[in-house]
């Protein structure tokens, strides 16, 4: 029996959601393009119809409060929204930014600001390689250079990188400022933007260095997906479907049978897919902030995915693209362990691959295995391994040994070859 922890609300409930999905078969999606029903929980908030209106999703920990807005035309709010945040209160706004996102929200963000509040503009290259301590310090001396103090707000307004860098930049300045996320990637919208997580990465792995440091508040405005490459988006949403895996069944049969509408760049069903994917990392944050224990399985993919980022140099594929084939390599372990069924496999596969396609890559299996040793989900000294156990819910195992994992990513590979 191996040595793992229960992540489901109840089981029962889990294994009946797996059963009654008849994932076996093509998915819905494959077979027509039909109006996406809205899902039960989106439901309860009006469609963001008009530009400024939102759907809120309040989030509270013992260290913060604050709420994630979804919307069309959040942009265009933006200075009204700082300054109720700030309650009235004089402010400074850094906004950090790559050059690309400026040039094309940037008639829009200052447009929303009076012209003598117009924010201070730090840039930052693009990509993860940039994602290192180095970038942390010219920005700290750009802020020190513009007479930044406490009274800061540093936005964060780009993808995941830069929302980890400005979060991270945010938690050290003047031993911490405040910061607000703009997330205008989809990844940044449904995950690294909520939750508090901020850090850089070393030689040695991804974020080992870094804090927990909450943002005031989230805007993810919609329309800055529209600019998005269609890969890009894609990418964005297998970490939707990890969070329909591991937590949330009807979202993943939202994303199961609504493919072809999602992948079209549809602004309601995107915004259904963002709002939903916030709560799932909403309610397991308010529950474990600290990552000690449930926290966890937001990583599900995400053991094997950092070490294919790592194998190929952080260059040939997207996070959300090696987070794919890290989740196809959990599904295997997961079927070999028997905490899924055959048919759950094929189900949670083939929707993860159709919303590829999935780039493939050259590593081997040896070399997968012996980079997931300094994945930050190690616990003294055992590797915690986030697999399925059903559509809806998971376990933790902490007793995967590197054999069983080298047959897992082995099968990933021999899969990936295949295709």
Not at 70 to 99: C, D, E, M, N
């Amino acid at each position: 029996m191996s040595k793992t922890t229960k992540t489901n609300k109840t089981a029962s409930k889990s294994k009946s959601s797996a059963t009654t999905s008849k994932t076996a078969k093509p998915t819905q999606s494959q077979k027509t393009a039909k109006a996406a029903k809205p899902l039960k929980a989106a439901a309860k908030t009006p469609q963001a119809a008009k530009p400024g209106d939102a759907q809120v999703i309040a989030l509270k920990t013992p260290s913060a409060s604050y709420e994630i807005a979804i919307g069309r035309g959040l942009l265009a709010t933006l200075y009204p929204r700082l300054q109720k945040l700030t309650g009235g209160k004089p402010f400074r706004t850094f906004l950090v930014t790559s050059p690309k996102i400026w040039e094309l929200w940037a008639d829009k963000v200052r447009a929303s600001f009076p012209e003598a509040q117009s924010p201070t503009v730090l840039f930052l290259p693009a990509g993860e390689k940039h994602k290192r301590m180095a970038a942390v310090e010219s920005l700290a001396e750009q802020l020190a250079e513009a007479g930044a103090d406490r009274d800061a707000l540093l936005l964060a307004f780009g993808g995941g990188v830069i929302g980890d860098i400005t979060g991270f930049l945010a938690a050290i300045y003047m031993r911490g400022v405040p910061y607000v996320q703009l997330p205008t990637t989809l990844l940044a919208q449904v995950d690294s933007s909520v939750g508090g997580k901020t850090g850089v990465n070393l030689k040695a792995g991804k974020n080992l260095v870094g804090s927990f440091h909450h943002p005031r508040a989230v805007l993810a405005d919609i329309d800055t997906l529209a600019t998005l490459a269609p890969e890009e988006l894609r990418a964005g949403l297998q970490e939707s479907i990890k969070a329909g895996i591991i937590r949330d069944p009807k979202l993943f049969e939202y994303l199961e049978q609504n493919r072809d509408l999602v992948l079209s760049g549809d602004a309601t069903a995107l915004a259904e897919v963002v709002a939903a994917s916030v709560r799932v990392k909403a309610e397991v944050v308010e529950q474990d902030e600290l990552e000690s224990g449930l926290r966890m399985i937001l990583n599900f993919g995400h053991t094997l995915g950092h070490a294919i980022e790592a194998a190929t140099g952080y260059k040939q594929l997207l996070h959300g693209e090696a987070v794919a084939w890290g989740s196809i390599a959990a599904l295997y372990l997961a079927l070999a362990r028997k905490t899924i069924t055959d048919s759950q496999f094929t189900c949670m596969a083939t929707v993860i691959e159709a919303y590829g396609p999935l780039p493939k890559f050259k590593a081997k299996a040896k070399a997968l295995v012996a980079l997931t040793a300094s994945d930050k989900k190690t616990r003294s000294g055992k590797r915690a391994f986030v697999l399925p156990t059903g559509i809806g819910s998971t376990e933790i195992a902490y007793d995967v040994t590197d054999t069983e994992l080298h047959e897992a990513a082995k099968a990933m590979l021999d899969r990936m070859k295949a295709l």
